[in-house]
């Protein structure tokens, strides 16, 4: 991932507000338990959500935001929504690349003794971290046991956001990822699977295509979601639409089984199905 600096007008000119020239400044006491607390509070939107994630009292947070209000002369988070103000974006966004720097200084120091250590923030879609991050964890601690990871699970339209501003290392997501500021590595292919009732004509076929589902209700992941936009854009070239009896913000084949039996307490098949 690219690192820019600020380019836009506004921008530089709350980087000039917030970071006056040495001269023209008595003292800085400005430290990094201050920027962390700001980026937590950015991060929970919360200051008692902060705190728990820093393992601290919410006094110790509060304390540490307001000192970094006054040694920067501005308000950072307005304490009526716990959301940055512009200024506190500003700062945000340098404590993110301060913290990020404080990290690899670890890592470089142990490349020079040919060691491989350090701390990784790693998001990871739920479908993916089900069977991916046991493995990882496991050659990890064979090959490289001192690299902790922090395993972040969420979506694709989560944790891209989170890539480009810093806040992970990398991403295990569904394609495609067309942003510029990121680099993309192809993995792998995952395997379609459709679950229906044994009961259901579809299940009598070992495949089916797009072509076969549209003429049947679908319970379906929730428009946005890099799956369903996958999957709509594939049956528009070919002509057809899907229908959802349902939609789901949260899917994968453990979910898609606990909704069929639901749906209908039967035996359930597993088809894979193509798009053509």
Same mark, same amino acid.
């Given at each position: 991932?690219?690192?820019?600096?600020?380019?836009?007008?506004d921008?530089?000119?709350?980087?000039?507000?917030?970071?006056p020239?040495? +001269?023209?400044?008595?003292?800085?006491?400005? &430290?990094?338990?201050q920027?962390?607390?700001?980026?937590?509070?950015?991060?929970?939107?919360s200051?008692?959500?902060?705190?728990?994630?820093?393992?601290?009292?919410?006094?110790?947070?509060?304390?540490?935001?307001?000192?970094?209000?006054?040694?920067?002369?501005?308000?950072?988070? &307005?304490?009526a929504?716990?959301?940055?103000?512009?200024?506190?974006?500003?700062v945000?966004?340098?404590?993110?690349?301060?913290?990020?720097?404080f990290?690899?200084?670890?890592? &470089?120091? %142990?490349?020079?003794?040919?060691?491989v250590?350090?701390?990784?923030?790693?998001?990871?879609?739920g479908?993916?971290?089900?069977?991916?991050?046991?493995? /990882?964890?496991? =050659?990890?601690?064979?090959?490289?046991?001192?690299?902790?990871v922090?395993?972040?699970?969420?979506?694709?339209?989560? /944790?891209?956001?989170?890539?480009?501003?810093?806040?992970?290392?990398l991403?295990?997501?569904?394609?495609?990822?067309? &942003?510029?500021?990121l680099?993309?590595?192809p993995?792998?292919?995952? +395997?379609?699977?459709?679950? %229906?009732?044994?009961?259901?004509?579809l299940?009598?076929?070992?495949r089916?295509t797009?072509?076969?589902? %549209?003429?049947?209700e679908?319970l379906?992941?929730?428009?946005g979601?890099?799956?369903?936009?996958?999957?709509?854009?594939?049956?528009?070239?070919?002509g057809?639409?899907?229908?959802?009896?349902?939609?789901?913000?949260?899917?994968?084949?453990?979910?898609?089984?606990?909704?069929a039996?639901?749906?209908?307490?039967l035996?359930? =098949?597993?088809?894979?199905?193509?798009?053509?």
């Amino acid at each position: 991932m690219n690192v820019t600096e600020a380019s836009s007008t506004d921008e530089i000119a709350a980087l000039h507000r917030l970071c006056p020239p040495l +001269d023209d400044r008595t003292h800085s006491d400005v &430290d990094l338990k201050q920027l962390r607390a700001l980026l937590a509070v950015s991060e929970h939107r919360s200051f008692s959500a902060a705190a728990r994630a820093l393992h601290t009292e919410q006094s110790n947070i509060s304390t540490h935001v307001s000192r970094l209000e006054r040694e920067m002369g501005v308000t950072l988070i &307005d304490r009526a929504t716990n959301e940055l103000t512009e200024e506190g974006q500003v700062v945000a966004e340098r404590a993110r690349r301060i913290e990020a720097e404080f990290t690899a200084l670890d890592s &470089d120091i %142990a490349s020079l003794r040919d060691e491989v250590r350090g701390r990784v923030r790693l998001g990871v879609i739920g479908t993916t971290a089900r069977w991916l991050v046991p493995r /990882l964890l496991e =050659a990890l601690d064979q090959h490289h046991p001192q690299v902790k990871v922090v395993v972040l699970d969420a979506t694709t339209s989560s /944790l891209v956001p989170q890539l480009v501003a810093g806040l992970i290392d990398l991403a295990v997501v569904n394609m495609p990822v067309n &942003d510029p500021e990121l680099m993309v590595e192809p993995l792998f292919d995952e +395997d379609r699977i459709l679950v %229906a009732p044994t009961s259901h004509p579809l299940a009598k076929q070992d495949r089916v295509t797009l072509a076969d589902l %549209a003429q049947h209700e679908l319970l379906l992941e929730a428009k946005g979601t890099s799956f369903r936009e996958e999957l709509d854009a594939e049956a528009a070239d070919q002509g057809v639409e899907l229908l959802a009896k349902a939609e789901f913000l949260k899917s994968g084949l453990e979910s898609s089984e606990k909704i069929a039996n639901f749906m209908c307490p039967l035996q359930v =098949a597993m088809l894979e199905f193509d798009y053509i």
